[in-house]
């Protein structure tokens, strides 16, 4: 499975391909950070964001992608950025009807370092760890996207067949209608 990871952002917005498979070793296949200018236009940044994810979808034909869920910020602006980076990069996968997982930092960090708390510092360590990388990546959103990537791989699969499992279940549950 090839995986597209978006730690979204208006100013940094780190993106990172991962292949692989729960239980097998997994391969970075390329990893960056899309950036806009403070100093523009919302829509201009929107823009460059949009662009810079169709881009990495177009080059690495991912199975999946994965974004960072948006929580709760004290700072307004900051939230508002992140929702905006976040829709666009759920949009971008919805046009290639990709399956998008969003995915929260504490399962995240759960899921790289057994520890829903885990710092930047320890999340970038088992990344580099997990991927057999010589140094670490750079920036951390560039580190956090490939750890949402990893995320993913790992439990993706057992999330859409609990999704799967929960749809037959009420579809088994509801009547059939009848003719009328």
């Known amino acids: 499975?090839?995986?597209?990871?978006?730690?979204?952002?208006?100013?940094?917005c780190g993106v990172g391909v991962v292949d692989?498979?729960?239980?097998?070793?997994l391969s970075l296949v390329a990893v960056g950070v899309i950036r806009t200018p403070a100093a523009a236009e919302l829509p201009e940044r929107l823009l460059g964001i949009a662009e810079g994810i169709e881009g990495w979808l177009a080059e690495h034909r991912p199975d999946a992608v994965a974004v960072e869920r948006v929580f709760a910020q004290a700072n307004l602006r900051t939230v508002m950025g992140t929702a905006q980076a976040s829709g666009i990069a759920i949009t971008a996968a919805a046009r290639l009807r990709l399956p998008v997982a969003l995915h929260t930092p504490s399962e995240v960090k759960a899921a790289i370092t057994g520890s829903g708390r885990a710092d930047k510092a320890q999340v970038t360590a088992m990344v580099t760890r997990i991927l057999r990388l010589s140094a670490a990546p750079k920036p951390a959103?560039?580190?956090?996207?490939?750890a949402?990537?990893?995320c993913h791989v790992w439990r993706g699969g057992?999330?859409?067949?609990?999704?799967?499992?929960?749809a037959a279940q009420t579809a088994a549950r509801t009547p059939a209608r009848r003719p009328e």
Do not use: E
Not at 6 to 11: I, K, N, Q, R, W
Not at 158 to 166: E, L, P, Q, V
């Open 1 to 12: 499975m090839r995986v597209l990871g978006v730690d979204p952002g208006l100013t940094r």
């Open 20 to 25: 692989g498979a729960p239980g097998a070793p």
């Open 141 to 146: 959103d560039a580190a956090d996207a490939l």
């Open 148 to 150: 949402l990537a990893i």
């Open 158 to 166: 057992a999330m859409a067949r609990i999704a799967r499992a929960a």
